[in-house]
């Protein structure tokens, strides 16, 4: 399921004069695995433009080699 199919599975109750939003949790599930690919893709779209604007240099471009950090990653 789509993010957007998510959102649109998305059911409105009232409770204590306030207007809720229900979802079910798989759809929950899926909105936020979308949104993250969302963010993830913008990441890596800002990533190539700074090699792109350095010339394709990567020590320009702020990138660092994976043998400075990869015991960092986990």
Do not use: N, Y
């Not at 993010?3 to 306030?18: I, P």
């Not at 913008?42 to 043998?67: H, M, P, V, Y």
Request: no cysteine; proline share 0%.
């Amino acid at each position: 399921m789509s993010g957007l199919e998510a959102l649109q599975s998305a059911q409105f109750a009232t409770a204590k004069g306030r207007r809720i939003v229900v979802i079910d949790a798989e759809d929950w599930e899926a909105l936020i695995e979308w949104l993250e690919t969302v963010e993830d893709r913008q990441i890596a779209r800002d990533a190539f433009e700074e090699l792109k604007t350095a010339g394709g240099d990567r020590t320009r471009a702020g990138w660092l080699e994976w043998g400075v950090v990869k015991g960092e990653v986990g």
